[in-house]
Structure formats: C-alpha cells, structure tokens
C-alpha cells in the first residue's frame, strides 16, 4: 500500500544546531515533493519545492534533498532559531494532487 | 490581496444538520481545493476543482458534496453531519496542477 512518513516524534533541538526532518514513501513515484510549514491553529505555509531530477534545493536557511532511488526527502533548517518552532509537513505530488505526510513537529529551544 | 478566506472559523453542529463551508480566493487561481485535518495528522484530500463547473472527488469524499461556480468561490458541503466529521477543515488555491498552494486558515469544526 502507499505510504507516506515522516518523524513521528517531536525533534527537539538547540538554537543554532541543525534540525534535519526526515520524510519517506512507499509505492508513489513523484514527480515532485514539496515542505510546508504549519502553525498552531493555521493553515500551512509552503516553504520549498523540489522536482525528482534535482538532487538538492535551498532557500536561506533551509536545504531539501529528494532521493528518489531511496524513496526519501531531508530537510534541514541550519542555525536554527526558536521562531524555527512549527510542525512541518512533506508532500508528493500524485498525478497534480498533493498527498500529506502527518507531519514532524519542531522545537527548537534557546 | 486577501489571499484565501474562509468562513466560519468556527462551528458547533448536532448530529444531522446541514452547513456550507464558504472559501474565496482573489488570486484568479484556477485550482482550488478542500482537506480536512484530524490532530496529529496530515491533510486528507477531500473535492478538488481544476476550474470553474469541473469539480473532482480526493481521497475522502464520502458526506461532503461541491460546486464550483466561479474562479473565486469553492464552498463545501455538509448534508448530514456526523460525528466522524468533526475536524478542521482547509481551502487551499493554486496557480497550477501540483504547484505551491496557498491556504487559507481554516474551519473548526465540531459535529456533537
């Protein structure tokens, strides 16, 4: 069956160190993956797109990878910051539709 | 630009009763499209609309119905609420097929 998963437990970190969030599939081949960022009692925000061809994409502080032959994308907040603190969500691409992941939540603490 | 509006922001429903979920989006964007997210868990696809008069069923269509008589408007509805309904509910607008989406903020919705 397909699957999409990311860290199912909350990542807790320190200002400034790395936070890397993991999200893998089973049985999608996408075309695409995107990132969102999602506040408590709001709608997500869309951080990062990444096509299967490109192996790697940044944005200021944020990295995504799309590994399509291990079925996996990280993304990575470098020198992260308290207002870093959210729960992110990955998504594929399946046929123009977007499938969620549940999402990793993020604390960065000062 | 006021991006994409929702309303109500929130709603208290007895078991049966019937409401519409109202979304705008003033971006010209022709894709438009309604999820429901339980706590803890991704958004769930529910109708989507690739235009206006062309609606599509998503992954949990079963209770809600659409229309999508305009470019602006996508209303969702509920005929007969059901508790498995209580949720929060999103309307999200994009420029392409796959493409970034933009959310509105979303319905609390409880069925009781």
């Known amino acids: 069956s397909q699957k999409i998963e990311q860290n199912s437990e909350a990542l807790n970190i320190q200002e400034g160190k790395t936070a890397t969030l993991t999200c893998n599939y089973t049985?999608?081949?996408?075309?695409?993956l995107q990132w969102y960022r999602q506040d408590p009692g709001r709608g997500p925000v869309f951080l990062l797109l990444?096509?299967?061809?490109?192996k790697e994409k940044r944005k200021e502080r944020l990295k995504v990878t799309f590994d399509t032959t291990l079925k996996q994308s990280l993304f990575h907040i470098t020198a992260s910051q308290p207002a870093d603190s959210a729960t992110y969500l990955c998504?594929?691409?399946?046929?123009?539709?977007?499938?969620f992941g549940q999402g990793t939540e993020l604390s960065v603490k000062p | 630009n006021a991006g994409v509006t929702q309303t109500p922001k929130f709603r208290i429903l007895k078991i049966g009763q019937s409401m519409t979920l109202q979304c705008t989006q003033d971006?010209?964007?022709?894709?438009m499209y309604w999820y429901r997210q339980d706590p803890g868990m991704g958004l769930k696809l529910i109708y989507y609309?690739?235009?206006?008069?062309?609606?599509d069923k998503g992954e949990v269509p079963n209770g809600y119905n659409v229309s999508r008589s305009t470019t602006e408007d996508f209303p969702l509805r509920l005929e007969l609420a059901a508790p498995s309904q209580t949720s929060v509910y999103f309307c999200?607008?994009?420029?392409?097929?796959?493409?970034?989406?933009?959310f509105g903020p979303g319905t609390r919705l409880t069925v009781l």
């Open positions: 999200a607008s994009s420029p392409l097929a796959g493409g970034e989406q933009f």
């Open positions: 049985n999608y081949s996408p075309a695409y």
């Open positions: 990444i096509r299967e061809n490109e």
């Open positions: 998504a594929l691409d399946q046929g123009g539709k977007l499938i």
């Open positions: 971006m010209n964007h022709n894709y």
């Open positions: 609309s690739v235009g206006a008069g062309i609606t």
